[in-house]
């Protein structure tokens, strides 16, 4: 399995979390040609503790967001395979290997991409044990072939499919850039995998505003394809209204009355932000018209 795979880790002020996933990282059993910290214009210690450890570090002078950190290690690496690793997440040894091995399993170029399963190890507080629950970024205990999407927090792709597919989208900050790759992956014939084999702890903590935050920046993303405003409208909100719906199962199911408000605060602001941004669009539309 003589594979050349370099690995990346995207950091945002991840000063909390970047010591126990860089030492996860070292601890691979699978060689690594390198491993690269990308600095996304962090305000905190980030670079400087990551500089403590035997690891190449690029400091970017802003905040870019991830799309553009993702290209900026596709420029630096040269390795067949480039894997990421979100810089909150600590995998277990045998991460790579296992996500390098189903390369080998399905011996087909048309493979480009491989990712793993992200654990939740935070689940003390009410929006830690309802991120867990609602929002688990993993699809399963099942090995799985194209499913919608690999997250970017613990994948391995292969760099010169990645370039030739124009790499990933500028416009995505700090959401959706994974999942617009995984889709234009697809889109052209190629196959990604699924394999809970290979793990990651979350070291992730949301606060309740800090959870809501995040959940109206994905619902933000979210995918619509529609140039009329009002379709677009209405779509966003059937979206929404389904991922509510989808959310209240768990909370019935759990019987937990304090999950239910967190999910219906969730809503109700993504339906908020949807009806304003719709107006806002109405009535630049409008001004473009005239």
């Not at 950091?11 to 996860?24: D, F, H, Q, R, V």
């Not at 691979?28 to 600095?39: F, G, K, R, S």
């Not at 699809?139 to 194209?146: K, Q, R, S």
């Amino acid at each position: 399995m003589n594979k050349s795979v370099s690995l990346y880790i995207p950091c945002y002020n991840a000063e909390k979390t970047i010591s126990e996933c860089l030492e996860g990282a070292l601890a691979q059993i699978y060689p690594l040609e390198e491993i690269i910290v990308i600095d996304d214009g962090s305000t905190d210690d980030t670079l400087l503790i990551a500089k403590q450890y035997p690891v190449r570090t690029i400091s970017l002078n802003k905040n870019y967001g991830l799309g553009y950190v993702r290209n900026v290690a596709l420029l630096e690496i040269k390795s067949e395979f480039v894997a990421s690793l979100d810089a909150d997440c600590v995998p277990d040894k045998d991460w790579l290997k296992n996500l390098l091995e189903e390369f080998d399993n399905h011996q087909d170029k048309m493979v480009v991409g491989v990712g793993g399963k992200l654990i939740e190890s935070q689940k003390n507080s009410l929006a830690d044990s309802w991120r867990s629950k609602h929002r688990p970024q993993h699809w399963g205990e099942t090995l799985a072939v194209n499913p919608p999407y690999l997250s970017g927090s613990n994948t391995v792709f292969r760099r010169e499919i990645i370039v030739e597919l124009g790499q990933y989208s500028l416009q995505y900050q700090t959401n959706y850039e994974d999942v617009d790759l995984s889709q234009r992956s697809i889109y052209c014939g190629y196959r990604l995998i699924y394999t809970p084999k290979a793990q990651v702890n979350h070291l992730r903590k949301d606060s309740f505003w800090s959870l809501i935050k995040a959940n109206q920046k994905k619902h933000y993303y979210c995918e619509y394809n529609s140039s009329n405003t009002l379709k677009r409208f209405f779509l966003k909100c059937k979206i929404n209204f389904l991922q509510f719906n989808k959310d209240i199962k768990v909370d019935i199911r759990d019987r937990s009355v304090l999950g239910f408000s967190i999910s219906l605060v969730i809503f109700a602001i993504n339906a908020l932000s949807d009806f304003i941004l719709f107006i806002k669009q109405k009535n630049n539309q409008v001004v473009t018209e005239i």
